[in-house]
């Protein structure tokens, strides 16, 4: 991951130090930036220095405002998790919840409703579900803000500024997670030890929730867990679009104005939280199935 | 016939049942008449169950054999009120158990009596526990629903259930969850879910086919045990014609969708009244050696959208007559005790 960012950024046709050195400057002192910046040196060595400074979580300065970009990423992460936790809090309850509506009346009327609906969800863009809740709900009812972030969460105008980012990034990811969650549901449906528990006596509704749902999660959880790539990338553009202080907003930016040190620190930060986040669902899933945990 | 699983165990000891009430008592427990149940599918509607009737006393152990897909499991189910709705349908008869017609109550009063008066266990004991809940919650569950006890008191008596079907260590084996426990065991946790709460009528489909031939004696050597202390009555759906020469007082053999014979086990072993059940017994497995199944008699399983008219067995008969083609014989009774649907019965009369 920190290999493919690096290299992306390589393959990018802007060369970095006349970016610096800015357009009245000559060729000599491009030439003179560039050795300074250790840019003559070849691709693998710059790799190898890079991932020295990295380690040492050196991540350099910004190009242009000149501030440590590690500086620059603390500033940005805590709006972006803000965002990211404020999405997934209400989309993945109400995902699970369709889902499972879905799956309990499969192949009736409600069942056709769900999965039409998400399947529009799975296919819309996240810019133009944005753009539409931007022109809609910002722009003619004027209802509510979509520009920046309010202040902290927990004040009233914090709360008003993250609902449309939120509503959007959230918004694509009810779909999947309903989808995901019907197919889990339907296949443990059909499971042996949810036949068991109906011999039993047990009400349907505790035989969905206690029994099936609780065994469904476990890949609900998983599938969840390999869509996390597709919400960070989800978070770039919901922060572009709604002017969201966050890691991505600040990636594209870095990366529009060729602030080679501050993409590369953005694009590290996302890897990384991938990684987390990966780590995180691991968790999740040992804590879900008792044949892991325990082992 | 009332025991109490919930008084303490005496020292070092099962927990007792006492013994069984009135074995002889002749009154039907579960009355089961023309029962039919229909699968709905686009190629048409599938008769699994076609017309069968059979009586369970009161304590007795009732054997049904067939060959696979004759309609044993959907009996059991339509008995349990588990038929899946759709595709399936209690098409046509009654259900009688302890005088009231199953097939008519609604979905809440037979939730009920299923796991209560009447359980049910299965023949794949590696798959029918949930993997996410303990095993003492699993025997709890049922226990707090039917018994209407708390959440301490339901464990003690899912300790003392664990202890009835003989697990060792059951204070530390009820907080296991499935995956710990070996077939054997989840069979025994299974047995226990079932008998938590004392039910009148246990439906046992095949409980020992799918565990090893040693594991098998145990399990029905544990269930003999179990009734003969509760009084519960059994039926017990197998293929394996030694489970039902070892457990079974009367066997109900099935042929596609219906009953063909019935009897005492000694009559259908001794005098068999049926060319199916013949057929069954030339291919008896012996007991606990190897588990084979039952159908090695010529032809195969008619095919379910176009059933052969008259007699089903007709084109795998040997005694097959003109009229088995035409007409479908009724289950009449041979001799006392002893029905077969059979035109030809008394067999006795044509061989030699
Ligand atoms: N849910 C269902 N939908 C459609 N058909 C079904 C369903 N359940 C059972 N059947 C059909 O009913 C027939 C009888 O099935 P059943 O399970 O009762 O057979 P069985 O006698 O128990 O066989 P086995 O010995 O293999 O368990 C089979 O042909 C089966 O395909
Ligand atoms: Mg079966």
Redesign the pocket.
């Given at each position: 991951m920190l290999l493919i960012g690096f290299l992306l950024l390589q393959v990018v046709p802007t060369d970095p130090a006349t970016v610096l050195a800015g357009p009245t400057a000559t060729p000599a002192e491009v030439q003179a930036l560039r050795e300074s910046m250790g840019l003559d040196k070849p691709v693998w060595l710059q790799f190898v220095l890079y991932l020295g400074r990295v380690l040492q979580f050196d991540l350099g300065r910004s190009m242009i405002s000149n501030t440590a970009v590690i500086e620059e990423i603390g500033n940005t992460i805590g709006p972006t998790i803000e965002l990211m936790l404020a999405s997934l809090v209400w989309a993945v309850p109400l995902g699970i919840l369709l889902g499972t509506l879905a799956a309990v009346r499969r192949g009736q009327l409600l069942d056709r409703v769900i999965m039409a609906f998400s399947v529009a969800g799975v296919s819309m863009p996240i810019f133009w579900f944005g753009l539409i809740l931007i022109q809609y709900v910002g722009t003619a009812l004027e209802l509510l803000p979509f520009q920046g972030r309010g202040g902290p969460l927990w004040s009233l105008d914090g709360l008003r500024h993250i609902v449309l980012p939120a509503v959007t990034l959230g918004g694509v990811f009810v779909g999947p997670v309903a989808r995901m969650t019907r197919t889990a549901l339907l296949d443990v449906l059909g499971a042996d030890y949810v036949r068991t528990a109906r011999a039993k006596g047990v009400a349907e509704g505790s035989v969905v929730m206690h029994h099936a749902l609780r065994n469904a999660m476990i890949p609900i959880v998983t599938l969840v867990g390999l869509q996390i790539g597709f919400l960070l990338g989800g978070a770039v553009v919901t922060e572009t679009m709604f002017a969201w202080p966050g890691v991505g907003r600040m990636a594209v930016g870095a990366i529009t104005s060729a602030d080679f040190p501050l993409a590369q620190g953005a694009i590290l930060i996302l890897a990384v939280s991938f990684i987390a986040i990966n780590i995180l669902v691991d968790v999740l899933y040992a804590m879900l199935d008792p044949r892991i945990a325990r082992r | 016939m009332t025991f109490d699983i919930a008084s303490p165990p005496r020292q070092g000891g099962e927990a007792r049942y006492d013994p069984a009430g009135d074995m002889t008592d002749s009154t039907g427990l579960l009355e089961v008449r023309d029962l039919a149940v229909h699968?709905h599918?686009a190629e048409g509607t599938?008769k699994?169950v076609d017309g069968v009737s059979l009586t369970i006393r009161k304590g007795e152990t009732l054997g049904i054999v067939?060959?696979?897909?004759?309609?044993?499991?959907?009996?059991a189910l339509a008995v349990m009120g588990l038929i899946?709705r759709p595709?399936?349908e209690i098409a046509a008869g009654q259900i009688l158990f302890e005088g009231e017609d199953l097939a008519r109550k609604s979905a809440s009063e037979l939730r009920q009596i299923r796991g209560n008066r009447i359980s049910m266990i299965f023949q794949e004991p590696m798959t029918s526990l949930n993997p996410v809940h303990t095993v003492g919650d699993q025997i709890a569950e049922g226990i707090m629903l039917h018994q209407k006890v708390g959440k301490a008191e339901a464990r003690m008596r899912a300790v003392e259930m664990l202890k009835l079907v003989r697990i060792p260590a059951p204070e530390r084996r009820i907080d296991d969850y499935p995956h710990q426990l070996s077939g054997g065991m989840r069979q025994r946790v299974m047995i226990a879910i079932a008998l938590a709460c004392q039910p009148r009528l246990l439906i046992a489909d095949?409980p020992t086919t799918a565990l090893d031939v040693t594991i098998q004696a145990q399990i029905l050597e544990l269930m003999r045990d179990l009734r003969d202390r509760t009084g519960t009555a059994i039926m017990m759906?197998t293929?394996d014609l030694g489970v039902i020469a070892e457990l079974a007082h009367r066997v109900v053999v099935m042929y596609s969708g219906r009953v063909a014979e019935e009897a005492s086990v000694a009559d259908l072993f001794n005098d068999p009244q049926h060319p199916y059940t013949l057929g069954l017994l030339g291919s008896i497995p012996k007991l606990h050696v190897e588990e084979e199944r039952l159908a090695t008699i010529e032809g195969t399983v008619p095919n379910?959208y176009s059933m052969p008219t008259g007699c089903r067995f007709n084109p795998r008969c040997p005694f097959a007559i003109e009229r088995c083609r035409v007409e479908a014989p009724p289950l009449r009774e041979v001799r006392p005790g002893h029905r077969s649907a059979c035109w030809r019965a008394p067999l006795e009369e044509h061989v030699l």
């Open positions: - | 699968f599918s599938f699994a067939g060959e696979s897909g004759c309609g044993k499991s959907v009996t899946p595709p399936g095949e759906i293929h379910p």
